[in-house]
């Protein structure tokens, strides 16, 4: 006996009387769904009398969730297996789509790879055109916007793709969209290096190596096509762009990323935040000596990731550090770090895919993580705000016991602040003397002092530790040297005995007894990042609650135009039937974004319940008694 395709049927085919139709099998079908492969046959519904035949088009295939494999859809998915595919990308990048089709198989055969492959790719694309008619920006950040305080940019080698694998001339569905353009990069790079006379960084700073500023491609890459992705994140993780390496990591990716997002931006950017910003922001003043069109680039103020900063010099450290911005807040400038961690997981099917494939593949992750992240929006701000106004709290006890301790005023901290800026701007000399020698090494021993005193406080795992163990090592042998060079011109009296004893003593010989007690460098550095500290999450408080405020904007923004759309005259052009669908796709999301506004209202009202900007429409639902308790018990563990 035939088995039927489960679609609906019409109840008459003609005028005749309803008793006279007649279902019998059509042609046969496969259908994939989330239990595996049925083989069936579409039904043919016919009058008897006047023998008048329907059978399903391509319409009533998509309208009852099934999405046609071929041109005549002898191969048909029904939708949740693609959403299941879907779910199952985001939550492990990993798995391969092979290793998913052969956990469908086994019913009535085999599945084609290739078939779903390009069924799934499609089914994504249409998802996001539909997207695009409600104007959702999927790699734009809520929260920064208008206004954005931070980008950090980086690269990751590890979303590299081999060139064996087949690479056909024809474009992703998403070409463009997240991935930037091959041939606008390679253009821009061109051309940046032609105006500069390019030549390749040495990629040091103190003791430290950087890849990233050495501008050289990677060894032995004849077997790799994209030797990795340049990416670019705003303060929230968000996703904002990103573009194929051919080069290694050279300054003239940032660069078009930068220009990029200035141009989406203008002016609206206050930093960039960068691994090797101390050789990244040089080479932009280079580029905007020569390129006029890219001194607006110059507005942006550099910012060195807090945590790559304990690699690099004191003074870099101090002088670029984020840490030390003024107005940065908390940022750390490592989200990119965050997003890369997920986005490497893919790595282990992206670089056997086509160039095509994989530019797919990597955009609708990127798009995925964005749309998690936005979601979550409201909840991680009121978070973040509460844990920020716990910190401040305990950073204030800690410097007025500090203030105590010393024994000084407000007026002497910011004395010693000025000093240890003012210490950082200073460019050491070169020149061998006994002063240069002793600056040398009382920098070198602050250095050594506050890696080893942070080494478990501000690193959580041991291959980080061990890096910094490596840095301090270094730091502690080019002291040694630059001792033994001061002994050999100091007198036998103010010569320095031992090494290691030098490190944990704050005297030293060249100083006399007053300016020992008034206040060494390693005191005022240790007070300096106290007072910071204070200051970043002061300015940390006031950040969030602007951000709080722009997201609740870009909502009610958009449920103004949901509103907009909803009149029946915004899609006169189209034909009935497809009015009657917009219709609903723009009632359903307004259904879901008043019921997101409503949770974000909750997160929000108990910081900023002075603000009008909270004050919703008399047309938005209020929030019921249970709603208030379902979100008081989800914010009550916010720590």
Same mark, same amino acid.
């Given at each position: 006996?035939?088995?039927?395709?489960?679609?609906?049927?019409?109840?008459?085919?003609?005028?005749?009387?309803?008793?006279?139709?007649?279902?019998?099998?059509?042609?046969?079908?496969?259908?994939?769904?989330?239990?595996?492969?049925?083989?069936?046959?579409?039904?043919?519904?016919?009058?008897?009398?006047?023998?008048?035949?329907?059978?399903?088009?391509?319409?009533?295939?998509?309208?009852?969730?099934?999405?046609?494999?071929?041109?005549?859809?002898?191969?048909?998915?029904?939708?949740?297996?693609?959403?299941?595919?879907?779910?199952?990308?985001?939550?492990?990048?990993?798995?391969?789509?092979?290793?998913?089709?052969?956990?469908?198989?086994?019913?009535?055969?085999?599945?084609?790879?290739?078939?779903?492959?390009?069924?799934?790719?499609?089914?994504?694309?249409?998802?996001?055109?539909?997207?695009?008619?409600?104007?959702?920006?999927?790699?734009?950040?809520?929260?920064?916007?208008?206004?954005?305080?931070?980008?950090?940019?980086?690269?990751?080698?590890?979303?590299?793709?081999?060139?064996?694998?087949?690479?056909?001339?024809?474009?992703?569905?998403?070409?463009?969209?997240?991935?930037?353009?091959?041939?606008?990069?390679?253009?821009?790079?061109?051309?940046?290096?032609?105006?500069?006379?390019?030549?390749?960084?040495?990629?040091?700073?103190?003791?430290? /190596?950087?890849?990233? =500023? +050495?501008?050289?491609?990677? !060894?032995?890459?004849? #077997?790799?096509?994209?030797?990795?992705? *340049?990416? @670019?994140?705003?303060?929230?993780?968000?996703?904002?762009?990103?573009?194929?390496?051919?080069?290694?990591?050279?300054?003239?990716?940032?660069?078009?990323?930068?220009?990029?997002?200035?141009?989406?931006?203008?002016?609206?950017?206050?930093?960039?935040?960068?691994?090797?910003?101390?050789?990244?922001?040089?080479?932009?003043?280079?580029?905007?000596?020569?390129?006029?069109?890219?001194?607006?680039?110059?507005?942006?103020?550099?910012?060195? /990731?807090?945590?790559? =900063? +304990?690699?690099?010099?004191? !003074?870099?450290?101090? #002088?670029?550090?984020?840490?030390?911005? *003024?107005? @940065?807040?908390?940022?750390?400038?490592?989200?990119?770090?965050?997003?890369?961690?997920?986005?490497?997981?893919?790595?282990?099917?992206?670089?056997?895919?086509?160039?095509?494939?994989?530019?797919?593949?990597?955009?609708?992750?990127?798009?995925?993580?964005?749309?998690?992240?936005?979601?979550?929006?409201?909840?991680?701000?009121?978070?973040?705000?509460?844990?920020?106004?716990?910190?401040?709290?305990?950073?204030?006890?800690?410097?007025?016991?500090?203030?105590?301790?010393?024994?000084?005023?407000?007026?002497?901290?910011?004395?010693?602040?000025?000093?240890?800026?003012?210490? @950082?701007?200073?460019?050491?000399?070169?020149?061998?003397?006994?002063?240069?020698?002793?600056?040398?090494?009382?920098?070198?021993?602050?250095?050594?002092?506050?890696?080893?005193?942070?080494?478990?406080?501000?690193?959580?795992?041991?291959?980080?530790?061990?890096?910094?163990?490596?840095?301090?090592?270094?730091?502690?042998?080019?002291?040694?040297?630059?001792?033994?060079?001061?002994?050999?011109?100091?007198?036998?009296?103010?010569?320095?005995?031992?090494?290691?004893?030098?490190?944990?003593?704050?005297?030293?010989?060249?100083?006399?007894?007053?300016?020992?007690?008034?206040?060494?460098?390693?005191?005022?550095?240790?007070?300096?990042?106290?007072?910071?500290?204070?200051?970043?999450?002061?300015?940390?408080?006031?950040?969030?609650?602007?951000?709080?405020?722009?997201?609740?904007?870009?909502?009610?923004?958009?449920?103004?135009?949901?509103?907009?759309?909803?009149?029946?005259?915004?899609?006169?052009?189209?034909?009935?039937?497809?009015?009657?669908?917009?219709?609903?796709?723009?009632?359903?999301?307004?259904?879901?974004?008043?019921?997101?506004?409503?949770?974000?209202?909750?997160?929000?009202?108990?910081?900023?319940?002075?603000?009008?900007?909270?004050?919703?429409?008399?047309?938005?639902?209020?929030?019921?008694?249970?709603?208030?308790?379902?979100?008081?018990?989800?914010?009550?563990?916010?720590?």
């Amino acid at each position: 006996m035939a088995r039927l395709l489960p679609i609906q049927r019409p109840d008459r085919v003609c005028g005749c009387s309803t008793g006279n139709i007649h279902a019998s099998p059509g042609r046969n079908v496969s259908v994939i769904t989330i239990n595996g492969r049925y083989n069936l046959v579409l039904p043919a519904v016919s009058c008897t009398s006047c023998c008048l035949t329907w059978s399903p088009t391509i319409e009533d295939i998509q309208r009852d969730g099934y999405w046609p494999g071929t041109m005549n859809f002898c191969t048909l998915y029904t939708t949740d297996v693609f959403q299941s595919f879907y779910d199952l990308k985001m939550a492990a990048p990993g798995v391969s789509l092979k290793a998913y089709i052969k956990m469908l198989d086994g019913r009535a055969g085999k599945i084609s790879a290739d078939s779903f492959s390009k069924s799934f790719s499609e089914w994504v694309a249409v998802t996001y055109e539909v997207e695009k008619i409600f104007h959702k920006k999927s790699f734009d950040c809520p929260a920064c916007t208008p206004e954005m305080l931070a980008v950090s940019v980086d690269g990751n080698r590890k979303l590299y793709r081999f060139k064996s694998n087949a690479s056909t001339s024809e474009p992703g569905n998403f070409e463009g969209v997240f991935i930037q353009k091959d041939e606008e990069v390679a253009e821009f790079v061109d051309n940046s290096h032609r105006q500069t006379n390019h030549i390749s960084g040495k990629g040091s700073c103190g003791s430290s /190596s950087w890849r990233a =500023a +050495k501008e050289c491609s990677r !060894k032995n890459t004849s #077997k790799l096509d994209e030797e990795g992705l *340049e990416i @670019a994140v705003c303060r929230h993780g968000v996703l904002l762009g990103a573009l194929n390496m051919f080069r290694g990591e050279i300054f003239a990716y940032p660069l078009f990323l930068q220009r990029m997002l200035a141009d989406k931006a203008p002016g609206n950017i206050t930093f960039l935040c960068s691994d090797v910003a101390c050789k990244y922001f040089p080479y932009l003043s280079k580029v905007a000596q020569q390129c006029p069109e890219m001194r607006k680039l110059l507005s942006m103020r550099p910012f060195l /990731s807090v945590m790559h =900063a +304990k690699a690099h010099t004191g !003074k870099c450290e101090i #002088k670029w550090g984020g840490a030390f911005q *003024e107005g @940065a807040g908390s940022t750390i400038g490592e989200e990119v770090e965050q997003v890369n961690s997920f986005l490497s997981r893919a790595a282990i099917t992206t670089k056997y895919m086509s160039k095509a494939g994989r530019t797919n593949m990597l955009t609708l992750l990127a798009s995925g993580w964005n749309k998690k992240k936005v979601k979550n929006m409201g909840r991680t701000l009121s978070q973040r705000y509460t844990k920020t106004v716990r910190m401040l709290k305990e950073q204030v006890d800690i410097l007025n016991a500090t203030k105590d301790e010393l024994g000084v005023d407000d007026d002497t901290l910011q004395l010693w602040v000025s000093d240890v800026q003012q210490w @950082a701007e200073e460019t050491d000399s070169g020149d061998g003397s006994l002063g240069a020698l002793q600056a040398r090494i009382e920098e070198l021993a602050v250095i050594i002092k506050v890696r080893t005193q942070n080494l478990y406080k501000q690193t959580d795992s041991n291959k980080r530790r061990h890096k910094i163990r490596k840095v301090i090592l270094d730091e502690k042998k080019r002291l040694a040297a630059t001792i033994c060079e001061y002994n050999n011109l100091a007198e036998p009296s103010k010569q320095i005995v031992s090494t290691d004893a030098s490190v944990l003593t704050d005297a030293w010989p060249w100083n006399n007894i007053s300016e020992t007690a008034a206040a060494d460098l390693h005191t005022k550095r240790t007070v300096f990042e106290k007072v910071m500290a204070v200051r970043r999450l002061k300015e940390e408080e006031m950040i969030i609650s602007k951000e709080m405020q722009q997201h609740w904007t870009a909502m009610k923004a958009q449920s103004m135009m949901l509103a907009t759309l909803s009149s029946n005259s915004s899609f006169a052009d189209q034909p009935e039937d497809a009015q009657r669908g917009l219709q609903c796709l723009v009632l359903q999301k307004q259904t879901e974004l008043k019921a997101e506004m409503v949770k974000v209202k909750g997160f929000y009202r108990r910081i900023l319940s002075h603000q009008p900007l909270l004050e919703m429409d008399s047309s938005d639902e209020e929030m019921s008694e249970d709603d208030v308790a379902d979100l008081d018990s989800s914010t009550s563990d916010e720590d």
